[in-house]
């Protein structure tokens, strides 16, 4: 598996795409602007408290106020509290919490009104960003993220990734763990710890330490509301979460990127400093990795794969349905149960992209074909999670129903990802598809006319005069690709009648 980060740089934001084995399968954005990330955290002071939702909200200077509810307090927010009070008054100036006096946890079933009052300052983490017309998703259970481990202020437990699977592993990393763990902070440790050595934990517990401080040093004489930890970049955290030995290349066009990128893997990642390259050619860098067509031909309605099938992906207030289609591929399997289990494999594995590509979240329904054996509902199921075992965010699925129905529940903590992928109809007023998206449905229908077709006919393929052009343009048109992959030439008829979304194919005798 070979795993590349390519990363576009303009004047107002910063696009992140990762490929694994050339493909697309995640698709970021940050712009200089966005004040309100996932773990920054904020000097907040807390609004209206609602009894009746157990919750309340505080003021973290976006326009709508964010949402802090009582399971997000922590159990350690008397803690917390006691110790913003002694930082902002400077009678407290020890920040590593050995000689703190913490305070007893809260009810967990207790009520927010005993808890918080309105005026009162208090510390924030964003949890999940503004979506749509609602504020940001707050805690006040602290977490400072590391490339190892996450550091947990006011906490004394220690618990291991669920992710690594060897008990005993898990429990080497507990021991090394606990040896390093500063008194007053509670550490989880990351599936990347796996494997790792004390000296690499303990530096990165020192770094995510010397975070904390920084942040503490900006307590005291601080108006509210004001972010006092801001969390890594995007392309920073991006390498931090996902930085492995596959990666191969990370290539960027901006220089200052270059450096800071380098810079970081110096410290997290040094073998991998030399993959660090930037892009020189005239050709834009996301059409030189192909990821601009990746992107027209990957968030539309419809969703092409392999052997004809394909997925029509709906989005409504409540939920997101995917339905998965045949298509018109031709039946090579031995039954209609075997075609069914085939194309409901390909879905999984391109569902499972769309999830991280699209970053849906929320409740996802999935209408796969029927299949009747159980067995194979289960290979579905097997495969479906293993293709999802690759998605960091946390998610939950369901075993098949009969109906071939499968749930999905994955976390959102940003907007979903929504790319216009239609262009101005050329025919009349409104929208279609981008002629690249066309164009994958054309070559998918060709690689099935191909296999039908006898040798001994000659293949035309009648579309719109426009897309006739866009067809045949230059020397190394798209039309003498097919040529070289199909050892055919294909004629292509301009149909002034035809509307831009049609086509047809046609064979004549030699």
């Not at 803690?79 to 913490?102: A, D, H």
């Not at 981008?434 to 060709?446: F, H, N, S, T, Y």
């Not at 052009?469 to 292509?492: C, D, E, P, Q």
């Amino acid at each position: 598996m070979k795993t590349e980060l390519i990363i576009r740089s303009n004047s107002s934001d910063i696009d992140f795409a990762l490929l694994r084995d050339g493909k697309l399968i995640e698709l970021n954005n940050e712009t200089t602007d966005n004040k309100f990330s996932v773990g920054d955290i904020f000097l907040a002071k807390i609004g209206k408290v609602l009894t009746g939702l157990n919750a309340s909200f505080v003021n973290v200077g976006y326009p709508k106020d964010g949402f802090l509810h009582y399971h997000d307090l922590g159990a350690q927010v008397n803690s917390l509290n006691t110790f913003i009070k002694k930082v902002s008054t400077g009678k407290y100036k020890e920040f590593t919490l050995k000689n703190f006096r913490k305070e007893e946890d809260i009810n967990k079933d207790g009520s927010i009104k005993d808890v918080l009052k309105t005026g009162q300052n208090l510390l924030v983490q964003i949890v999940k960003e503004p979506i749509s017309t609602k504020g940001p998703r707050l805690s006040s259970e602290l977490s400072i993220a590391g490339r190892f481990l996450v550091l947990v202020p006011f906490s004394n437990r220690v618990s291991v990734s669920q992710k690594i699977a060897d008990p005993k592993e898990k429990e080497r990393l507990k021991r090394l763990a606990k040896s390093i763990k500063p008194k007053g902070f509670g550490v989880i440790l990351r599936t990347v710890a796996e494997g790792k050595k004390v000296a690499e934990l303990d530096k990165d517990l020192q770094n995510s330490l010397d975070r904390w401080k920084t942040m503490c040093k900006r307590i005291p004489n601080t108006n509210t509301p004001t972010k006092i930890l801001s969390e890594l970049n995007r392309a920073s955290s991006i390498l931090r979460d996902v930085m492995n030995e596959t990666f191969t290349s990370i290539v960027t066009n901006d220089e200052t990127l270059k450096v800071e990128i380098k810079e970081y893997l110096q410290e997290i990642y040094p073998e991998k400093e030399k993959i660090v390259k930037l892009h020189r050619s005239t050709v834009p860098i996301f059409e030189k990795y192909g990821i601009e067509r990746q992107i027209k031909t990957s968030f539309g309605k419809t969703v092409s794969m392999s052997k004809g099938a394909y997925l029509v992906i709906e989005h409504t207030e409540a939920l997101h349905v995917i339905d998965v289609n045949s298509g018109n591929r031709s039946n090579k399997a031995g039954s209609q149960e075997d075609t069914a289990l085939e194309v409901n494999l390909i879905s999984a594995t391109e569902i499972a992209r769309q999830l991280q590509l699209r970053d849906m979240g929320g409740i996802i329904v999935i209408d796969f074909i029927d299949m009747h054996k159980a067995e194979n509902r289960n290979k579905l199921y097997q495969h479906l999670k293993e293709q999802m075992a690759l998605d960091r965010t946390k998610h939950k699925i369901l075993p098949p129903s009969k109906f071939g129905l499968v749930q999905i529940t994955r976390q959102r903590v940003r907007p979903e990802l929504s790319i216009k992928t239609t262009e101005a109809n050329p025919n009349k007023d409104g929208q279609v598809e981008a002629p690249i998206v066309l164009l994958d449905k054309i070559e998918a229908d060709l690689e099935k006319f191909m296999s039908n077709s006898k040798n001994n006919k000659k293949i035309q393929l009648h579309v719109h005069p426009f897309i006739a052009a866009y067809l045949t343009k230059g020397v190394n048109s798209i039309r003498f690709k097919w040529y070289l992959k199909h050892k055919k030439w294909i004629t292509i008829i301009p149909r002034d009648a035809y509307t831009y979304l049609y086509y047809r194919f046609k064979t004549i005798k030699s």
